[in-house]
């Protein structure tokens, strides 16, 4: 009997997952817009981009910082792509 011998994909190392935009920054993005359609009126929200964030995910920290500041003030977006 012989039974095919399955090789699972490699994954993508945890380093490389926030360094640069990749397949779901652009509905991450989307995402952001929306909460912040939907909620920026009430004085009670706070943007948190995240806490306790590993070091390696300082760009996707900064390029949240600067999506929500530049959506908020009605511009384009910078860092997004």
């Not at 945890?14 to 909620?39: E, G």
């Not at 300082?58 to 977006?77: F, M, Q, V």
Request: charged share 20%; net charge neutral.
């Amino acid at each position: 009997m012989v039974i095919a011998a399955h090789r699972p994909k490699q994954a993508v190392p945890l380093r490389s997952r926030w360094t640069a935009p990749n397949s779901i920054t652009t509905l991450q993005d989307a995402y952001v817009q929306k909460t912040i359609d939907v909620l920026n009126d009430l004085p009670n929200v706070l943007w948190i981009v995240s806490q306790e964030a590993p070091e390696h995910s300082l760009w996707w920290n900064d390029h949240l910082i600067s999506l929500i500041r530049a959506y908020e003030k009605g511009e384009t977006p910078i860092n997004t792509r």
